[in-house]
């Protein structure tokens, strides 16, 4: 409300600060003839009143061939059009957006004969639709198909909208230069839930799975870079990941769904793949299309190809069956050397098999590295040990290499270096190899300067014995963990281990956060204790020598002091101030000072620390409890199946040889 001053003064008078227009009595009654939909006492009203504005129109914008429109009055959108006066508006819009094919034909060609090609102009000004609005991105978002096929033969087009991370000079630069942001982001957000319409969609591209593909992928990108409209992006995203796992679903057999994943458009390796399509959703994480059961079936067929027992055997039977498949592997190896084209070779070069052997192999390396890790090392030498496994050892590391550098130029190093398995993969063989060289390096130092037996105690703390054994103990560690890779093909293991994954990013970002407030206490209390350091006090009567803690005497101190704390490893005595015995008036009398206000600043940041650690902890229990009781039994058998059929391959095997 806004006051104003009354007349002379005298007064105050409140008045509305929005002023909404009111229609007249002649504009009321005209309104009220167009939507009876009588056209002769339209035209009579007009014909009494020749000077009548016939665009005329109430607070929301609405005029008389707006009510005509909705109330689907054909012969009165028609005579309302030939009044050469008449603004159509918006109308066209509503028109479109009621699937009124025929008064969306007469407006548009009204507005051609306003002014020619203004029908492809959007429209502004609006009440009911954004700024710049076209008639196909009406029909779009409506989805009606009929409306879409008549706009395009009309010659209309939607351009694609640039992304928010677009900073090209043509378009993205020049409208963030000249337009109000918020208004382009609108306008942005608008066009796409157009683009990604699936009436839209199958009209304009020959392949709707990969421009299902493609959009949610960049709506995706989109979400993570702007955070304003994250939810909405997000939701976009979704809508087209959904169409294209919906039009996998309308395939009735294995030949129509092996048509589609066999699609190589949009794939970029160069390599032939069985199912490029397939490869394609993986790189781009499309969950839903992958987990689909036709996707699921088909993936399967090919895994056991024709071997049905496989499928149908009992957990414990299978693991038995990959280490019978141990004692196995020397036929194996023969047979397929001898007679790679014979039925029983064939057999065991299944995916499954392949599978099995290669399962069974790398159980074989695990049992050389156990063996050469726990070898009795109290009266090892210098230099690499002496031990017939670390030749097989460097066998397998080989064949190991060399199955990753196949695998790297088969998918191509885009998709061979930003799988995390991968990765995982080759910082194990990294491991080994760095052992190897320092058990060269080794060898040389003791070939060169002697001291074959000299003690452990006297080797110097960077010997390169010393160093290969730490090295191999992590390798080792990394090896056995590989073992997890084999559980997502588990039905009960698959989705723990997705899970323990998003842990391990929950993890990291706990780390950064706890780091930035451990360097923020440490950084306060280092060197606060410097002065105390090494004092000691000795109690007058028992005799008793109290030594000062050195916790917060330098940065290192101070760092190792609050990182213990955290997991309550820290004696409470850590922030005590210790100072050495004053003289006193007698001879054996002493005096015990006590500086108190750095003992409550050391024991303030100290108990400070704890206690963020114990409320963050308990946060993230509650979190954590609440994100387990939202893991339905559905999303277990969704991401099992992602992570059995999608997940990403080794080089020790496993459906990766699906798609050579």
């Known amino acids: 409300m806004e006051i104003s001053s009354g007349v002379g003064g005298r007064g105050l008078q409140k008045r509305s600060s929005v002023i909404i227009p009111h229609l007249q009595e002649m504009e009321k009654q005209f309104f009220e003839l167009v939507a009876n939909g009588n056209v ?26 707006h009510i005509a429109v909705h109330e689907r009055n054909m012969p009165m959108v028609e005579y309302l059009l030939s009044y050469p006066d008449i603004d159509p508006g918006d109308t066209h819009l509503h028109a479109i957006r009621d699937n009124e094919q025929k008064i969306a034909v007469i407006i548009l060609n009204k507005l051609n004969e306003l002014t020619p090609g203004l029908e492809f102009v959007g429209v502004t000004q609006s009440t009911d639709f954004p700024d710049d609005t076209t008639p196909l991105m009406v029909a779009a978002q409506r989805g009606h198909f009929e409306m879409i096929d008549l706009l395009r033969r009309r010659h209309h087009s939607i ?174 190896l023969l047979i397929v050397m001898v007679a790679p084209n014979s039925k029983r070779s064939k057999f065991w070069q299944s995916p499954v098999n392949k599978f099995i052997s290669s399962t069974a192999s790398y159980l074989v390396f695990l049992l050389f590295v156990f063996l050469q890790s726990n070898m009795d090392k109290s009266e090892q030498l210098r230099g690499p040990p002496n031990s017939a496994y670390v030749w097989i050892l460097i066998i397998y590391i080989v064949s190991y290499t060399w199955a990753a550098i196949r695998l790297c130029v088969i998918h191509g190093p885009g998709r061979f270096f930003t799988a995390p398995w991968y990765w995982f993969e080759i910082i194990t063989i990294f491991l080994f190899i760095m052992t190897f060289m320092y058990w060269i390096t080794a060898a040389l130092d003791v070939r ?11 080797w110097h703390k960077y010997d390169p014995t010393l160093i290969a054994e730490g090295i191999f103990c992590l390798a080792t560690i990394m090896s056995f963990l ?32 706890f780091s930035i407030i451990i360097l923020a206490f440490t950084s306060g209390t280092c060197r606060l204790y410097q002065y105390y350091d090494e004092m000691v006090q000795t109690d007058d009567e028992s005799k008793i020598k109290t030594q000062q803690v050195s916790s917060f005497v330098s940065f290192t101190a101070a760092l190792k002091t609050l990182f213990w704390a955290l997991f309550c490893m820290t004696p409470i005595e850590s922030a005590d101030v210790i100072i050495e015995n004053l003289p006193g008036d007698a001879e054996n009398e002493t005096i015990i000072n006590h500086h108190t206000f750095t003992e409550v600043i050391g024991y303030f940041s100290f108990a400070g620390l704890r206690g963020l650690y114990a409320y963050d902890d308990t946060s993230a229990s509650v979190q954590h409890y609440s994100n387990i009781r939202r893991y339905t039994t559905g999303d277990r058998i969704r991401e099992n199946i992602v992570a059995s059929a999608g997940g990403q391959t080794g080089t020790m095997g496993h459906k990766s040889l699906l798609f050579h």
């Open 40 to 65: 002769s006492d339209v035209r009579q009203f007009l014909e009494t009143h020749p000077d009548f504005n016939i665009n005329v129109s109430d607070f929301q914008g609405v005029t008389a061939l």
């Open 482 to 513: 590989k073992l997890l890779h084999i559980c997502q093909l588990d039905y009960n293991l698959g989705p723990l281990q997705l899970s323990l994954g998003k842990m391990f990013k929950d993890v990291g970002k706990f780390i950064i956060l």
């Open 448 to 458: 060169i300067n002697g001291q074959l037996e000299l003690e452990r105690k006297y």
């Open 159 to 332: 351009p694609k909208p640039h992304p928010p991370y677009c900073n090209c000079e043509e378009v993205c630069k020049y409208e963030r230069e000249r337009s109000d942001l918020l208004t382009i982001g609108k306008m942005r957000m608008y066009t796409y839930k157009a683009v990604i319409n699936p009436a839209y969609i199958c009209q304009t591209v020959d392949d709707p799975i990969l421009e299902a593909f493609n959009l949610a992928y960049e709506l995706k990108q989109a979400a993570s870079f702007d955070k304003e409209f994250y939810h909405e992006y997000k939701r976009l995203s979704e809508t087209a990941a959904q169409f294209a796992t919906d039009l996998i679903g309308c395939a009735r057999s294995v030949e129509e769904v092996e048509v589609i994943l066999k699609q190589s458009t949009g794939f970029a390796h160069s390599s032939k793949f069985l199912y490029p399509r397939l490869l394609f959703a993986l790189r781009i994480k499309q969950r839903t299309f992958v987990a689909h059961p036709n996707v699921q079936q088909v993936i399967t067929s090919n895994w056991i190809d024709g071997w049905y027992e496989w499928k149908i055997m009992p957990m414990w039977m299978k693991c038995l069956y990959v280490i019978f498949r141990i004692f196995q592997l020397p036929i194996i």
